[in-house]
């Protein structure tokens, strides 16, 4: 990880610069992370995207691409539902 990038709003954070060319990916919500990181995070209530990008500058931050597996939203009971018809 090296930067986030808002496309609606126009908006980038880029926290180091990169000799290699980036891409662009989505984030699925979905972490695995070292339990280390408890040890660098204050306390509060925060986006972890915003603790990625402070630790991305000193710290490795990497990414899995999980493209073709199988992904469906189910955030809504609407989504759900639609979600449940099309499994069984």
Same mark, same amino acid.
């Given at each position: 990880?090296?930067?986030?990038r808002?496309? *609606?709003?126009g908006?980038?954070?880029?926290?180091?610069?990169?000799?290699?060319?980036?891409?662009?990916?989505?984030?699925?919500? +979905?972490?695995?992370?070292?339990?280390? +990181?408890?040890?660098l995070?204050?306390?509060?209530v925060?986006s972890?995207?915003?603790?990625? /990008?402070? /630790?991305?500058?000193?710290?490795? +931050?990497? *990414?899995y691409?999980?493209?073709?597996?199988?992904?469906i939203? +189910?955030? *809504?009971?609407?989504?759900?539902?639609k979600?449940?018809?099309?499994?069984?």
């Amino acid at each position: 990880m090296h930067g986030w990038r808002n496309r *609606t709003a126009g908006e980038e954070i880029m926290a180091r610069e990169s000799k290699e060319e980036l891409t662009e990916i989505s984030f699925s919500g +979905i972490h695995i992370a070292d339990p280390g +990181i408890f040890r660098l995070m204050s306390e509060g209530v925060y986006s972890l995207t915003a603790l990625y /990008l402070q /630790l991305a500058s000193s710290h490795n +931050i990497y *990414t899995y691409r999980h493209d073709k597996d199988f992904w469906i939203d +189910i955030g *809504t009971p609407d989504m759900l539902d639609k979600a449940r018809k099309k499994l069984n």
